[in-house]
């Protein structure tokens, strides 16, 4: 047998992915469970699901989650976007060590610490705890991987590219609408779908900066799962599990047809 494919490596590899998948195969299994029991197989049944839709809080802090994450990725992406080319195309400029630190410093900052002075923030200039609070947390905390994801790009990008297209008359938005944006592009949407992901996985940063009628899907999840774990909650978390898988799936079937087609151009070249 191959060195690299010892039995020691192989039991290595299947206890791992058991480890780390068998919860979730196990909840999506009693997801199904007729019984309320969630410990207790009472039979196949989908009347859960049915019972999840039917809960109306879980349903508006589905909604609420949906609509911040949408709201804190698409600014956060923006502001990250912009963050990454001040440092790329500016190596420098006065202050531009503090704004380094400034950019990187939420993703080492445990996120207890970002919460609690977020919402010393809030409740010192009188901000009313809601969905803004939250959309803003969100941006503040998510922005940074956005910067790190985009600068990465940017650092193999050929600038003379865009200085080319001013020469022929472009104005500097023109040279990064028409030029250095389509190149980033996958960075930038790669940045966007981690912060959105991010966003929809917050429970510490949004437990701080939430109030009335803005609770998030993962606090709602908490609460519950604190006075235990009922059937609904994992058909709610099968449903998010389905929702990234899907997406995972697209995402890799996008990316195989884009290198068929790249190989065959090269194939014809």
Same mark, same amino acid.
């Given at each position: 047998m191959n060195r690299n494919w010892s039995i020691f490596n192989i039991v290595s590899v299947v206890l791992?992915?058991?480890?780390? !998948?068998?919860?979730? %195969?196990?909840?999506?299994? !009693?997801?199904?469970?007729?019984?309320k029991l969630v410990t207790v197989w009472g039979g196949f049944s989908t009347r859960w699901y049915s019972e999840m839709l039917s809960n109306q809080g879980?349903?508006?802090?589905?909604?609420? @989650? #949906?609509? =911040?994450g949408l709201l804190s990725a698409t600014v956060a992406t923006v502001l990250g976007t912009l963050a990454a080319l001040a440092? %790329? /195309?500016? @190596?420098? #400029? /006065?202050?531009?060590?503090l704004f380094?630190?400034?950019?990187?410093?939420?993703l080492v900052m445990p996120e207890v610490i970002t919460g609690l002075s977020l919402l010393l923030l809030f409740v010192s200039v009188g901000f009313e705890r809601g969905f803004? @609070?939250? &959309?803003?947390?969100?941006?503040? #905390?998510?922005?940074?991987?956005? $910067?790190?994801?985009?600068?990465?790009?940017?650092? &193999? !990008?050929?600038?003379? +590219?865009?200085? $080319?297209?001013?020469?022929?008359?472009?104005?500097?938005?023109? $040279? #990064? !609408?028409?030029?250095? +944006?389509? =190149?980033?592009?996958?960075?930038v949407i790669a940045g966007w779908m981690l912060a959105f992901t991010l966003s929809l996985d917050d429970l510490v940063i949004a437990s701080f900066t939430s109030g009335p009628g803005a609770t998030t899907l993962p606090m709602k999840i908490f609460s519950q799962v604190r006075l235990g774990v009922t059937p609904e909650i994992n058909? =709610?978390?099968? %449903?998010?599990?389905? +929702?990234?898988?899907?997406? =995972?799936?697209?995402?890799s079937l996008i990316n195989k047809r884009k290198m068929v087609r790249e190989a065959r151009i090269d194939s014809k070249v």
């Open positions: 791992g992915f058991a480890f780390l !998948y068998l919860p979730i %195969v196990l909840l999506i299994v !009693y997801s199904f469970n007729a019984s879980l349903m508006d802090a589905a909604w609420v @989650t #949906f609509r =911040v440092l %790329v /195309r500016h @190596t420098r #400029f /006065r202050g531009r060590t380094t630190g400034m950019v990187y410093a939420p803004w @609070t939250v &959309s803003l947390a969100h941006i503040t #905390f998510s922005m940074c991987f956005v $910067a790190v994801v985009v600068q990465s790009r940017l650092v &193999s !990008y050929d600038m003379s +590219l865009e200085e $080319a297209a001013q020469d022929l008359g472009c104005t500097p938005f023109e $040279a #990064f !609408y028409k030029v250095t +944006l389509p =190149v980033i592009l996958p960075a058909a =709610v978390c099968t %449903v998010l599990i389905g +929702l990234v898988a899907t997406g =995972v799936i697209i995402a």
